[in-house]
């Protein structure tokens, strides 16, 4: 709480909302496209990978604001069933407010890119909007939550903090990012204390779950930034074409483990990348860093010339008569 006061940023203040867009700067770097390397992309020109990036952005930025008013609703069941007076439950409500801070930036931020080009809309399906909140208000508190939390500000993290130092970039959004990463450590930092304190503490299936909420989320998230079919609709791209292209491509598994390795070598220390189901989800996210997968591959190999010995063994032991 001491570090949220000594830190604390107001974007209304540190962005400079009166300035317009600087004309023919981009808002996401080429190396981070989700298109970058494909055949689609060699044939867009200079202004169209633009375009695409600023959607791109974009879209990502939403998905942010959703994920945040999903962590608030949770944060504020966490609260709920919590001694009020705590120094806990007084930063869960200091986290609550800095999220809901974060998300009015990220929507200025849209707004703002809408003066840049088309207005960026990627609204929930109406199915969803509102089974959303009530699943937020349905997950137990504990160390579920804040694995799924985590994952998604590590991710965010990485494609912010390298934003943020690009020169190149658009400056509200390098003003934006760099606010959202210097707040969102601390976030971090409580949430890993979270996780491996209630992991310590659950039972085999809590365990389980928590291990399986981290190896879903690695697979399902980074896939949000790739579904707005505005994206490819405005730079003359067949959605679905465009999303196999982006989904499939080499530049994917870049993407994933940049945005993902980090917090898979947190997990994987802390135990909660193992057993098949886990790993096989994260083997199919892409986003396991070639270190890790090392230690996995050999862990797995171990394990099956284990078995193979105690098969061997079975079938080689003497019948004995009773």
């Known amino acids: 709480m001491k570090a ?12 400079d909302w009166d300035a317009p867009p600087m004309p023919g700067v981009p808002w996401l770097s080429e190396n981070r496209a989700s298109l970058t390397g494909t055949k689609l992309w060699d044939d867009l020109t200079t202004e169209q990978r633009r375009e695409f990036g600023r959607l791109q952005l974009g879209t990502v930025l939403i998905v942010g604001i959703w994920f945040e008013a999903a962590l608030g609703v949770f944060l504020y069941h966490d609260l709920m069933v919590s001694s009020l007076t705590s120094n806990r439950s007084r930063y869960l409500l200091t986290e609550i407010s800095e999220e809901a801070r974060h998300s009015t930036m990220f929507a200025r931020v849209v707004d703002k890119m809408g003066e ?30 804040f694995t799924a939390t985590l994952m998604a ?8 903090r390298e ?42 299936l809590g365990r389980f779950m928590t291990r399986m909420t981290a190896a879903m989320t690695a697979l399902t998230f980074p896939v949000l930034g790739l579904l707005n079919t505005q ?25 994933a483990q940049f945005l993902l390795a980090p917090i898979a070598r947190y997990f994987h220390e802390a135990g909660l990348i193992k057993g098949l189901p886990a790993v096989l989800i994260w083997r199919l996210s892409r986003g396991l ?34």
Do not use: C, W
Request: proline share 8%; net charge positive.
């Open 231 to 255: 994206m490819y609709r405005t730079v003359g791209i067949n959605p679905l074409k465009g999303f196999l292209a982006a989904f499939f491509g080499k530049q994917y598994r870049v993407n």
């Open 163 to 204: 934003g943020m130092n690009d020169p190149t970039l658009q400056p509200h959004a390098r003003t934006a990012m760099r606010i959202h990463v210097i707040e969102e450590a601390r976030h971090v930092a409580f949430a890993k204390e979270e996780i491996v304190r209630g992991y310590q503490e659950a039972g085999p």
């Open 153 to 160: 500000e590590e991710v965010f993290d990485r494609l912010q």
């Open 289 to 322: 860093p070639d270190d890790v997968l090392t230690v996995v591959n050999r862990r797995r190999r171990r394990k099956a010339q284990k078995d193979r010995l105690r098969m061997a063994e079975a079938t080689t032991a003497p019948i004995t008569d009773n």
């Open 4 to 15: 949220s006061a000594e830190k604390y940023y107001d974007p209304e203040v540190e962005i």
């Open 116 to 145: 840049d080009g088309s207005p960026i809309s990627y609204p929930l399906p109406r199915s969803v909007r509102g089974l959303l909140p009530l699943l937020s208000s349905l997950v137990p508190v504990g160390t579920i939550m």
